[in-house]
């Protein structure tokens, strides 16, 4: 099995809104990412819209449907009254559910499926009922898939935060890569497909994939395009992907 790369266009949206000014284009850097063999786009769009608007998103997908029909986008985000409209409109493939509040600067940790299980059922039925897919953010533990696997999801997300931040703690890094991985194994286990993503480099990648071989898609932002600012986005496209193979 080979793990998809999903490029998070958030940090890209992030630099194009520091002017009043059209570019880097969302939409073109997209482009580029997926003619270089990505298997999809992630966007995160806000309530704030302080990175991706809300009119990327109807863009992403006139992009993807016109000329990378075999491609994916995942929409991103916490499942406000305005969020569940907007992919409601656009139809992408995935939409992944985050508990972010919307003050926070990034995502930083999962949902806590128990307690929420009553607010995410129905809304996994009712998107689903759309034809989207559904995965959800989660936290590495392994006692929480029962309560994952029992809102109908289809997949979660690893949060992959506190294993990115152990880059300079070998130790520390296995002792998470082995948290995630568990979450992983229960989640299979109970028949949920398993995405992840959060600070993943072309470095702690490889070994991500090597402990979850059967896992579905990364969705990479920031690592992706810091990397681009050094060798440019085909280049970091193509790094990406080899190293969802390095396993």
Aim: charged share 20%; hydrophobic share 35%.
């Amino acid at each position: 099995m080979t793990t998809q790369l999903s490029v998070n266009l958030n940090a890209v949206a992030q630099l194009r809104n520091r002017r009043d000014l059209p570019w880097p284009s969302v939409t073109g850097i997209g482009r580029i990412a997926l003619q270089t063999g990505a298997h999809g786009l992630t966007v995160h769009p806000r309530p704030d819209q302080r990175h991706t608007r809300f009119t990327d998103v109807s863009e992403l997908r006139a992009l993807i449907d016109d000329e990378f029909p075999h491609c994916e986008f995942n929409v991103e985000g916490y499942p406000t009254t305005d969020f569940l409209k907007l992919v409601e409109k656009n139809r992408p493939d995935q939409v992944t559910l985050v508990p972010d509040d919307p003050s926070q600067a990034t995502s930083d940790h999962g949902w806590d499926f128990k307690a929420h299980h009553n607010l995410l059922t129905p809304i996994v039925e009712r998107l689903q009922s759309s034809g989207m897919r559904v995965s959800i953010f989660s936290d590495a533990d392994p006692q929480q898939m029962p309560w994952a696997r029992d809102t109908g999801c289809d997949r979660i997300e690893l949060y992959t935060g506190p294993y990115g931040a152990t880059y300079a703690d070998t130790a520390a890094m296995e002792l998470e890569l082995e948290r995630l991985g568990a979450t992983a194994d229960a989640a299979i286990e109970l028949g949920l497909a398993v995405n992840a993503g959060h600070d993943l480099t072309v470095n702690n990648l490889p070994p991500l994939v090597a402990r979850i071989p059967t896992l579905a898609e990364v969705s990479i932002g920031h690592g992706l395009t810091a990397d681009a600012i050094e060798y440019g986005i085909r280049s970091s496209v193509q790094r990406f992907l080899e190293a969802c193979s390095k396993h």
